[in-house]
T-cell receptor, first 111, second 110 residues
Framework: EAQVTQNPRYLITVTGKKLTVTCSQN?????MSWYRQDPGLGLRQIYY???????DKGDVPEGYKVSRKEKRNFPLILESPSPNQTSLYFC??????????FGPGTRLTVL | RKEVEQDPGPFNVPEGATVAFNCTYS??????FFWYRQDCRKEPKLLMS???SGNEDGRFTAQLNRASQYISLLIRDSKLSDSATYLC???????????FGTGTRLTIIP
């Protein structure tokens, strides 16, 4: 089944404790992206990657890092999480023509 | 001004009614247009692409007006299962970056 998976689905952590949210897709898509979704603000792009070893900042990259060592994986790293990074995070991938397939989401709470 | 603007609603509509949403976008260079559907606490999923000539998929009709820079979605004979948030999305060919509206919340009432 073609899909985008994210782990963990839910995470509660404390300020400053480094964490990684994994994202994997099995559709051989070149483009992958991370979004955060907050009430009243909609989906905002954090980082995106056009291909392996090619990443770029989206609209709200501060406090986040990404890597793209393999085509299928695009992890999101929070080196020192803060409460303002509490949000719902979605990973997405696209094989062209702009249709993006989203993962199920990761609900992160930073205390 | 936001790049993509939608009326957040909520729209509370009786079952069987017709409901329409509009969305405006600010960048005249936008080339691709979509409606995504998002159920509560779930991921967004593509509902339909929007073409200049307009397009229909069952009970759903999407229209694009490039001159006025707005996109519309019409839902006929609404069902309870249509209750969701509808996201207006614009993009550019050759660049996979999409810009999302904040969504319009629709509730279909029995």
């Amino acid at each position: 089944e073609a899909q985008v998976t994210q782990n963990p689905r839910y995470l509660i952590t404390v300020t400053g404790k480094k964490l990684t949210v994994t994202c994997s897709q099995n559709m051989n898509h070149e483009y992958m992206s991370w979004y955060r979704q907050d009430p009243g603000l909609g989906l905002r792009q954090i980082y995106y990657s056009m291909n392996v070893e090619v990443t770029d900042k989206g609209d709200v990259p501060e406090g986040y890092k990404v890597s793209r060592k393999e085509k299928r994986n695009f992890p999101l790293i929070l080196e020192s999480p803060s409460p303002n990074q509490t949000s719902l995070y979605f990973c997405a991938s696209s094989g062209g023509l702009n249709e993006q397939f989203f993962g199920p989401g990761t609900r992160l709470t930073v205390l | 001004r936001k790049e993509v603007e939608q009326d957040p609603g909520p729209f509370n509509v009786p079952e069987g009614a017709t409901v329409a949403f509009n969305c405006t976008y600010s960048n005249s260079a936008s080339q691709s247009f979509f409606w995504y559907r998002q159920d509560c606490r779930k991921e967004p999923k593509l509902l339909m692409s929007v073409y200049s000539s307009g397009n229909e998929d069952g009970r759903f009709t999407a229209q694009l007006n490039r001159a006025s820079q707005y996109i519309s979605l019409l839902i006929r004979d609404s069902k309870l299962s249509d209750s969701a948030t509808y996201l207006c999305v614009v993009g550019y060919f050759g660049n996979e970056k999409l810009t999302f509206g904040t969504g319009t919340r629709l509730t279909i009432i029995p």
